[in-house]
């Protein structure tokens, strides 16, 4: 089946080691039944890691590539290794890629091999998502993380799905976009009634509507005028920002136990750019800068 540009996307799944790149891979290419196995980085079964030595060190050693179909989109997903002495991977990955997914862990937070991804994605001029995982774990801190995410790379960080954790054990995930929450149970969503946040949500919506208003005037002067934003104009404020360099849209999931997957799948799909929407651009030899073409 061949695919028109607007309906591909290439996305690099670039941050530091065990920051749960594999294992959000496979969980996406488990959901959308690209795999028919749920493989395990500790067992050595993922699609990914297949080497042997990367099933002997538990990580990937170089780049790999594995595509998936959801919703009549192709999704070529590029599992870059974090390792150190491994990261020329990230750096063939960025020449494919039009947006990097900078995953990071809710439990271990930020690393150096993410504020590596995100400067390398920057520097090549591609749109840049962030990509939060283990959420349902013990010791897992959403909002830790995401306040380390904005103190290190800026207020263009824009939250899109916030998890919840009710009761000590239950996730509900929210997607502040829509206006609505969910349940997963084998990666089955059950919408449910949006949680108490004692405001944070709400906080949270507010700097997507005041970082969305920055992407167009026209958008700005609605927001000064206190008027809300239709669902469309949020996405399209939200694509545009991501697609030109000033958001970097912020989704969450636990990829173990595949809670939020699909949700955090349906907005990459709907807020990164496809091929069709960016300029190319080269890198220079003997330079750190790109050119624009």
């Known amino acids: ?19 749960g790149k594999t294992s959000l891979a496979e969980a996406l290419l488990f959901l959308t039944k690209s795999s028919d196995r749920f493989g395990s980085v500790a067992a050595g079964t993922t699609v990914m ?3 042997d030595e990367e099933i002997r060190r538990k990580a990937s050693v170089s780049l ?12 070529n997903l590029l599992d870059a290794p974090g390792l150190f002495d491994f990261e020329l991977g990230q750096y063939e990955g960025v020449q ?9 862990s809710a439990r271990g937070g930020i690393g150096v091999g993410a504020e590596k991804a995100f400067r390398l994605a920057k520097k090549n001029h591609r749109a840049t998502m962030i990509f939060v995982t283990s959420t349902s774990v013990d010791n897992a ?12 790379f800026g207020t263009g960080v824009c939250p899109v799905i916030l998890p919840v954790i009710e009761e000590g054990k239950q996730t509900v995930f929210v997607d502040l976009l829509e206006n609505k929450a969910f349940t997963y149970n084998n990666g089955k969503a059950t919408e449910v009634a949006i949680p108490d946040t004692d405001g944070y949500a709400d906080e949270l919506l507010s700097d997507i509507n005041e970082a969305v208003a920055e992407v167009d005037d026209e ?14 104009e949020l996405i399209n404020g939200i694509k545009e920002g991501t697609k030109n360099g000033t958001l970097y849209p912020v989704f969450a999931a636990d990829s173990l136990t595949l809670e939020g997957i699909e949700l955090a799948l349906k907005n990459m799909v709907a807020l990164m750019p496809s091929p069709a929407d960016l300029n190319p651009y080269e890198v220079t030899n003997n330079t750190e800068e790109s050119v624009k073409l």
Do not use: C, Q, W
């Open 96 to 104: 494919a890629a039009e947006s990097v997914a900078v995953v990071v």
């Open 1 to 19: 089946m061949g695919y028109a540009p607007e309906k591909i996307r290439n996305i690099l799944l670039a941050g530091h080691s065990s920051s």
């Open 141 to 152: 801190d959403f909002k830790k993380t995401f306040a380390e995410l904005r103190e290190k």
């Open 49 to 51: 890691d297949f080497e």
């Open 219 to 232: 958008l700005m002067e609605k927001f000064f005028m206190e008027e809300p934003f239709t669902h469309e």
């Open 64 to 75: 790999a590539v594995a595509p998936l179909e959801y919703n009549g989109t192709k999704v």
